[in-house]
């Protein structure tokens, strides 16, 4: 998983605590002041149109806050921290906001002011993020990504798998993600459902289920195949969608241990500065080295072995 | 799984596939249940003629060690008995090489088999 350390993960939790406690005890010394039922939703012009009882406003405001903490002491990164205190601030200023707008006299009309007071609460994570970059100094920097050393060179390291000078062979492989597969079936059914079910605009929004589980279930399943036409990743249910690179284009091939959200931000196709991905699941993966030194990676189990052939091909194909 | 076929070896390349599919069952990069390359998808990857490939998979068959069905192609077995059952073909196989090294007829490997199942 995410190698963040202990302490990061407690910076990153630090600013939401603070928040929580803040806001309770602003709720707690104000709580004669405010009335019955909360104003918690604005129109655009500021007046309020929904309101909330106390204990719910002070359950879903708690819950919200304790969510944002665990998603961002979950997945933090060092250079991140600034964003965890900046989300701590605005949730926080937000809801203190929210608090104050409140606390008028019965018959006064309860005003949410856009601009007012979500400057306030922007300004507040504009603050935030500053006492978080400035804290950043206090977590050790992140030791490099294991396997990234010895770029250069065609080839040069990496496993082989000797072969004879005529002998062809072919590696393969399916991987898949059953939470990807149960999800996107999940999403395929309700298209359906949604239709039949809901009034005719309403039904519309059935047709996300055919955006989410179609890409969905292609992906779920990949079948990883290395031979003389390089390295090829495609859905294992139909020819396309597919990923191709060829032996031309292939510099190196070699296996490392993939974090999904640490290193690529997430599972499914994924597109980063210098490296795609297609990230199925975290840990084995094998990752080629292009020319003009982007990677590729995709996460396979026995990624040692199509490491190896990938290698070997590449060697003999530059021969010929 | 890896499927690597020589055309400078005497082993006939069916036979060569087919050895791919047992080994790779016998040492667990293949499991039961799982499903083998297309012919044609397996043909161009190797270089070599898709009846040579269903050969191999017709070989595999005979021994048990994958079902053919329509539609759904060529199928390892289910069941874990399948991986043993890989390793014991093998070895079947290799003792008839012997037998033919040493000169045996067909009646008399047969024969010997025989004795050995008594």
């Known amino acids: 998983m995410n190698r963040a350390t202990p302490r990061l993960r407690a910076l990153a939790a630090l600013p939401f605590v603070l928040a929580l406690a803040v806001h309770l005890l602003l709720f707690a010394r104000w709580r004669d002041e405010l009335p019955a039922e909360l104003a918690t939703h604005f129109s655009v012009g500021g007046e309020a149109d929904g309101w909330t009882g106390p204990t719910a406003y002070v359950l879903i405001s708690t819950a919200l806050l304790l969510g944002l903490a665990a998603g961002w002491t979950a997945f933090v990164r060092r250079r991140y921290l600034w964003a965890a205190f900046a989300t701590a601030g605005f949730a926080g200023g937000l809801l203190v906001q929210l608090l104050r707008a409140n606390r008028v006299d019965e018959f006064e009309v309860v005003v949410f002011s856009p601009g007012m007071d979500l400057g306030v609460a922007l300004a507040v994570a504009v603050v935030a993020a500053g006492a978080g970059w400035a804290l950043t100094s206090l977590v050790p920097e992140e030791p490099p990504v294991p396997g990234q050393e010895g770029e250069d060179g065609p080839a040069a390291d990496g496993p082989r798998l000797p072969l004879a000078s005529g002998e062809t062979a072919r590696w393969s492989k399916d991987t898949g993600s059953r939470a990807l597969t149960v999800l996107s079936v999940l999403a395929l059914a309700a298209a359906p459902v949604t239709l039949l079910v809901a009034t005719w605009p309403d039904a519309l929004l059935g047709l996300l289920g055919l955006v989410i589980g179609v890409p969905g279930l292609a992906l779920a399943r990949v079948r990883v195949t290395v031979d003389r036409h390089g390295l090829t990743v495609r859905s294992a249910l139909a020819p396309r969608p597919r990923v191709r690179v060829p032996l031309d284009g292939v510099e190196g091939a070699s296996v490392r241990e993939i974090d999904a959200v640490g290193d690529f931000g997430g599972w499914g196709y994924r597109v980063r500065a210098h490296r795609t991905g297609v990230v199925l699941r975290s840990g084995e993966a094998l990752v080629v080295r292009r020319d003009g030194g982007r990677e590729f990676a995709v996460t396979v189990p026995d990624a040692r072995t199509a490491a190896a052939l990938l290698n070997t091909l590449v060697e003999r194909h530059g021969k010929v | ?118």
């Open chain 2, 1 to 118: 799984m890896l499927f690597r076929v020589d055309p400078a070896s005497s082993v006939p390349l069916g036979d060569q596939i087919a050895a791919c599919v047992r080994g790779a069952l016998a040492d667990g990069s293949a499991e039961p249940g799982e499903r083998l390359p297309a012919a044609r998808e397996l043909a161009d990857s190797l270089g070599v003629n898709v009846h040579t490939v269903l050969r191999g998979y017709q070989r595999l068959r005979e021994e048990g060690l994958i079902e053919l069905r329509r539609g759904r192609g060529a199928v390892i077995v289910p069941g874990v008995a399948a991986p043993d059952r890989a390793r014991l073909v093998s070895r079947l196989r290799e003792a008839a090489a012997e037998a033919r090294e040493l000169g045996l007829t067909e009646a008399e490997f047969l024969e010997l088999a025989r004795t050995s199942l008594s």
